[in-house]
């Protein structure tokens, strides 16, 4: 991910899966950006998202190496974020999702076992093990 991505002023959806990526950064001028792709890629740390936390929505990064999900909570608008095979493997490592109010649905993974937390529109939340 470079600056260029910066010059995408009305990207709604930026798709950038399977390219290696390392590092979440120049997505400062993405003013409308509102789902971003990131899975299958070599992301360790959320770092970055921080620049599009005012309209992103939905956040997919899936199969990297993250360690934790410190950084979510900047995401004020967050509702889906899917982010399974990841190296997150302690529910303390989940704590940054406590600050999602908007989070409606999560998938992730952890000690091999694939969970669903689904928000109800009352404000409860259901945790589900998927077969």
Same mark, same amino acid.
């Given at each position: 991910?470079?600056? %260029?991505?910066?010059?995408?002023?009305?990207?709604?959806?930026?798709?950038?899966?399977?390219?290696? /990526?390392?590092? /979440?950064?120049?997505?400062?001028?993405? $003013?409308?950006?509102? /789902?971003?792709?990131?899975?299958?890629?070599?992301?360790?740390?959320?770092?970055? +998202?921080?620049? +599009?936390?005012?309209?992103?929505?939905?956040?997919?990064?899936?199969?990297?190496?993250?360690?934790?999900?410190?950084?979510?909570?900047?995401?004020?608008?967050?509702?889906?974020?899917?982010?399974?095979?990841?190296? /997150? %493997?302690?529910?303390?490592?989940?704590?940054?999702?406590?600050?999602?109010?908007?989070?409606?649905?999560? +998938?992730?993974?952890?000690?091999?076992?694939?969970?669903?937390?689904?928000?109800?529109?009352?404000?409860?939340?259901? +945790? $589900?093990?998927?077969?």
């Amino acid at each position: 991910m470079d600056a %260029t991505l910066s010059t995408l002023k009305a990207c709604k959806h930026l798709a950038l899966s399977s390219n290696n /990526i390392e590092k /979440i950064t120049g997505l400062k001028g993405c $003013e409308r950006l509102e /789902i971003l792709s990131l899975g299958r890629n070599q992301i360790k740390k959320l770092d970055g +998202v921080e620049d +599009v936390a005012e309209t992103l929505q939905e956040l997919w990064i899936s199969y990297n190496i993250l360690g934790s999900l410190k950084g979510v909570e900047k995401l004020s608008k967050l509702r889906v974020l899917y982010c399974a095979q990841n190296l /997150i %493997t302690k529910w303390a490592d989940f704590e940054p999702l406590k600050e999602c109010k908007a989070l409606e649905v999560c +998938v992730w993974d952890v000690e091999t076992e694939r969970w669903r937390m689904l928000r109800q529109r009352g404000g409860g939340v259901s +945790v $589900e093990r998927k077969a």
